[in-house]
T-cell receptor
Framework: DTEVTQTPKHLVMGMTNKKSLKCEQHMGHRAMYWYKQKAKKPPELMFVYSYEKLSINESVPSRFSPECPNSSLLNLHLHALQPEDSALYLC??????????????FGPGTRLTVL | GQSLEQPSEVTAVEGAIVQINCTYQTSGFYGLSWYQQHDGGAPTFLSYNGLDGLEETGRFSSFLSRSDSYGYLLLQELQMKDSASYFCAVRDQGDTGRRALTFGSGTRLQVQP
């Protein structure tokens, strides 16, 4: 199984809502990532978990809250988002967060629209 | 910090060869990767260069020159399905010692019949 799954595929939420994005992988990878991607732009790193511990937070606003319940799951909790947070949210995983070759496997993404 | 530059758009015809260049500025360089992303899809890994030289994978090849902080992706025998965005990405030490990927701005390849 070389797949990263993400749910939901699409999400529309109001600025006062609380929602969560979910990501799952069963490749035994120990590094998992959240990226945000705007149209015609590259993926921007948000968070990295390494061995279920938050390793990197790219100064993301606190209205985004990541969680790694176990080595296969990664969540992104959303609260009080702004319309400019509308984007494609991509989850990825890799064997480890290390130097050198470390292919990342991306999920299909969640298309988020904030009204 | 780190920065990568690549052309924003390239157009080529089916069967042709196209080269997408990438120049980078990083600290603590740990390799250059290439990812492909079709419209509405997820990025998928194409190749990685950790050392200088050419890596070949089927119709795709990637080259790295660490002394020039430069690499390229070469796509041969272009097919319509190769129309996509191509991102170079570096793994580097960064300002905080992190070793995650930073992506270039992407090159949109349009293959015409």
């Amino acid at each position: 199984d070389t797949e990263v799954t993400q749910t939901p595929k699409h999400l529309v939420m109001g600025m006062t809502n609380k929602k969560s994005l979910k990501c799952e992988q069963h490749m035994g990878h120990r590094a998992m990532y959240w990226y945000k991607q705007k149209a015609k732009k590259p993926p921007e790193l948000m968070f990295v978990y390494s061995y279920e511990k938050l390793s990197i937070n790219e100064s993301v606003p606190s209205r985004f809250s990541p969680e790694c319940p176990n080595s296969s799951l990664l969540n992104l909790h959303l609260h009080a988002l702004q319309p400019e947070d509308s984007a494609l949210y991509l989850c990825a995983s890799s064997q480890a967060l290390a130097s050198g070759y470390n292919e990342q496997f991306f999920g299909p993404g969640t298309r988020l629209t904030v009204l | 910090g780190q920065s990568l530059e690549q052309p924003s758009e390239v157009t080529a015809v089916e069967g042709a060869i196209v080269q997408i260049n990438c120049t980078y500025q990083t600290s603590g360089f740990y390799g250059l990767s290439w990812y492909q992303q079709h419209d509405g899809g997820a990025p998928t890994f194409l190749s990685y260069n950790g050392l200088d030289g050419l890596e070949e994978t089927g119709r795709f090849s990637s080259f790295l020159s660490r002394s020039d902080s430069y690499g390229y992706l070469l796509l041969q025998e272009l097919q319509m399905k190769d129309s996509a965005s191509y991102f170079c990405a570096v793994r580097d030490q960064g300002d905080t010692g992190r070793r995650a990927l930073t992506f270039g701005s992407g090159t949109r390849l349009q293959v015409q019949p």
